[in-house]
Nanobody
């Protein structure tokens, strides 16, 4: 069983910073991509940032130059450093990985965490 646990969310004032963490546990053979998504009330879930196994990164235009994604393969962890936060960054943030489990190493699956709330006050 694969489990993703996010942490680091909270309430912060505009222009503040937060660092989200996502730790992956379970029988994982390999992880190809790790990413962060967010969903605000009444809106669709959207990609915030993604990082590949080769450390290539991609960001939503709205967070470029403010957010930084990184991963620690030894710990099966992915992080999101969020600086210069804005009220419009308020959302539930979800970690997602695309990975191969030991139970079926020939196939990739998407796994999601439960989410962590980020609230930015003006």
């Amino acid at each position: 069983q694969v489990r993703l646990v996010e942490s680091g969310g909270g309430l912060v004032q505009a222009e503040g910073s937060l660092r989200l963490s996502c730790i992956v546990s379970g029988s994982i053979f390999s992880i190809r991509t790790m990413g962060w998504y967010r969903q605000a009330p009444g809106q669709q879930r959207e990609l915030v940032a993604v990082i590949t196994s080769g450390d290539n990164t991609d960001y939503a235009d709205s967070v470029k130059d403010r957010f930084t994604i990184s991963r620690d393969n030894a710990k099966n962890a992915v992080y999101l450093q969020m600086n210069s936060l804005k009220p419009e960054d308020t959302a539930s943030y979800y970690c997602k990985i695309r990975a191969r489990p030991y139970s079926d190493p020939g196939r990739e699956y998407d796994y999601w965490g439960q989410g962590t709330q980020v609230t930015v006050s003006s």
